[in-house]
Every structure is written in structure tokens, then in C-alpha cells.
């Protein structure tokens, strides 16, 4: 079995999530122009399961990374914002049961990422794109499993109905922004995987583990607004 444990926690104290809060800061930090070199395939991304390792990314994952993009959904709530996240099929083949962006591969008939983006939260939980305002991307964040994904930040408004594809996701649910951004919440974890030891963020819950890719960007939300 593989190993696992926290390594890490770090404090930071208490910080302001109110949604009018957070629309200000994203106005002021994120674009919706893609980042520079975001589709330059031969250079890495900083951002990825590689960013707490001690070696570089690997640059022929990178140049051989297939495009994904997931939709970072903040729910406008008037007291506190959250984040809609989902949890995989358990009947799934890959990443059954963790939790995740809603997203997928980027097809050859998709405009932009963000338009994958758009197109995957309504075909995996039928998420209305009248509810929804992109507002900026993230980043590229490289996985290890070989995926080069473009997280797209969008607001989304209430009220909303959503429907599952119970294929993909078993659950849809709602997370307080206040605790994904605030990093005393942001546990280093690490495993052997692969051969190697390899680090990552995880931010436990209530009965719910949020781990990985989705926790490694949403900890890239949390540098780039209130870091």
C-alpha cells in the first residue's frame, strides 16, 4: 500500500469571503485573455502535481499533455461565497469517487477553453451558462496523469437547478469559499506513486476529502486572490 500522511499546515489567519469581496479582488487579479505562453505545449506550466516536488516538471508529459479545461464555479451567495465542486462516479473507470471541477477534455470543436469549460459543467451537471460568468483563468495546471488543464473562474448565479449525469457525477455539491481560501486549511500531503514520493494539497471536508489536481488549483485560486 502506498504511503501516506500530512506533512504540512500553514496559518494564516482570518481574511474577508464575502462574494463582494471576492468580485473585487478577481476584477483587480484575473483576465480573461488566456496567460501568456498558456498554450506553449513545449514549455511546462509552473502550476501542477509537480509544484511541491523537488524535481522539475517533466518536460515530455508536458510537450505530450492533452488539453482539459474545468469550470471554477463561485456561487454569488449575499453573506458568503462557495464553490461548487462534484464527486466522480464511483462507476467511473479512472478517478472514480474523487472530487472534482467539473471539466473535461477540450474537443476540436470548442472555441476556447472556457467554452469547454462551459460545455462540460452543463453536459456533467447541467449547469445552465445562463447562471454563469466567466470572469477570468487560472494558470495552466499540469497533471500527472498527462493532462494540460485550464481552469476558467466564473461566477455563478442563484437560484439554479442542476441535473447529474449520473454516468460522471454522483454528487453536486457547495463548499464555503472562506474555507477553500484560507490556508490553514491547505494540508501537504505525500505518497509513492509511480516509484517516487510525490507531494500534494489536500483540504479535508466534513466527510469529504478534496485532494490532488482539484485541491492544487484551488490552492492556485487562493495565491493568486488572497495570498
Known amino acids: 500500500m502506498n504511503s501516506r500522511h500530512v506533512i504540512a499546515a500553514v496559518d494564516d489567519g482570518e481574511a474577508p ?12 487579479r484575473l483576465s480573461l485573455d488566456l496567460p501568456a505562453g498558456a498554450l506553449d505545449v513545449a514549455s511546462p506550466p509552473a502550476s501542477g502535481d509537480h509544484s511541491l516536488d523537488t524535481l522539475p516538471a517533466d518536460p515530455l508529459l508536458s510537450a505530450s499533455a492533452r488539453p482539459a479545461a474545468v469550470l471554477v464555479p463561485v456561487v454569488a451567495h449575499d453573506e458568503e461565497a462557495t464553490i461548487l465542486l462534484t464527486r466522480r462516479a464511483d462507476a467511473l473507470r479512472e478517478h472514480s469517487g474523487q472530487i472534482a471541477l467539473p471539466g473535461g477534455k477540450i474537443d476540436a470543436g470548442d472555441a476556447s477553453p472556457m467554452v469547454a469549460a462551459l460545455r462540460e459543467a452543463e453536459e456533467e451537471i447541467g449547469l445552465s451558462r445562463r447562471h454563469v460568468e466567466p470572469i477570468g483563468y487560472l494558470d495552466p495546471y499540469l497533471t500527472g496523469t498527462g493532462f494540460r488543464v485550464f481552469p476558467v473562474i466564473a461566477v455563478v448565479r442563484p437560484p439554479f437547478e442542476l441535473t447529474l449525469n449520473r454516468n460522471e457525477v454522483d454528487e453536486a455539491f457547495e463548499v464555503p469559499l472562506g474555507f477553500l481560501m484560507r490556508a490553514s486549511n491547505h494540508q501537504r500531503h505525500q505518497r509513492e506513486w509511480c516509484g517516487r514520493v510525490r507531494q500534494y494539497y489536500a483540504m479535508p471536508y466534513q466527510e469529504r476529502n478534496i485532494w490532488g489536481a482539484t485541491a492544487g488549483i484551488l490552492r492556485n485560486l487562493y495565491e493568486r486572490l488572497y495570498s
Open 17 to 28: 469571503f464575502s462574494f463582494a469581496d471576492f468580485r473585487a479582488r478577481a476584477a483587480r
